[in-house]
C-alpha cells in the first residue's frame, strides 16, 4: 500500500452514528476504508465532468422551503443560466422540505459550475449532480 497519511476529521455526534450504522450495514471493515471510497467516487465524478463537449446532468436538491430566500436564489441561479436548464420538477416533500430535481444541458464546465453553485447555496441541505451520456456520447456507443 502507498504511503499513508493520517488525517483527523470533526463531525457532529450523531451523523458520526448514523456513518458508522451505514457503513457497518455494507460491510466495511474500517471508516478509513469507507471514506477512501468515499473520496474515490467523488474524483472519478469530477473526472467524467471535464469530458469534452456538451454534457448531461440531473442535479437533485433537498431544502427547506422556510430558509430565508432560499426558494427565490435558487430559481435566480437558474434564470441565470437558463440555456443550461432544460427543465425543473418541484416536488413538496412535508411541511417543510421540498425536493427540487433539474435537468442541465451544455458545455460540461458550465453544467458542473451550475450544478456546484446550486448545491453550495446555503439551507440546501442534501444533493448531487450526476453526469449522463449526451446524445453525442450515446450516438457514440451505436
Ligand atoms: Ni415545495
Redesign the pocket.
Given at each position: 500500500m502507498a504511503d499513508l497519511t493520517r488525517i483527523s476529521i470533526s463531525l457532529e455526534e450523531n451523523l458520526l452514528q448514523q456513518f458508522d450504522k451505514l457503513i457497518e450495514h455494507k460491510g466495511y471493515a474500517t471508516r478509513s476504508e469507507a471514506i477512501r471510497d468515499l473520496i474515490r467516487d467523488l474524483l472519478i465524478r469530477q473526472q467524467a465532468r471535464h469530458a469534452h463537449g456538451d454534457q448531461v446532468a440531473v442535479v437533485t436538491m433537498v431544502f427547506d422551503?422556510h430558509a430565508r430566500e432560499l426558494a427565490a436564489k435558487l430559481i435566480d441561479k437558474q434564470h441565470h443560466h437558463h440555456n443550461l436548464v432544460v427543465s425543473s420538477l418541484?416536488?413538496?416533500l412535508g411541511e417543510r422540505h421540498?425536493l427540487e430535481v433539474s435537468v442541465l444541458r451544455g458545455p460540461g464546465h458550465e453544467v458542473m459550475h451550475l450544478g456546484d453553485e446550486l448545491l453550495a447555496t446555503k439551507g440546501v441541505l442534501h444533493g448531487e449532480i450526476t453526469f449522463t451520456g449526451s446524445e453525442g456520447d450515446l450516438e457514440k456507443l451505436g
Open positions: 422551503h418541484h416536488v413538496h421540498c
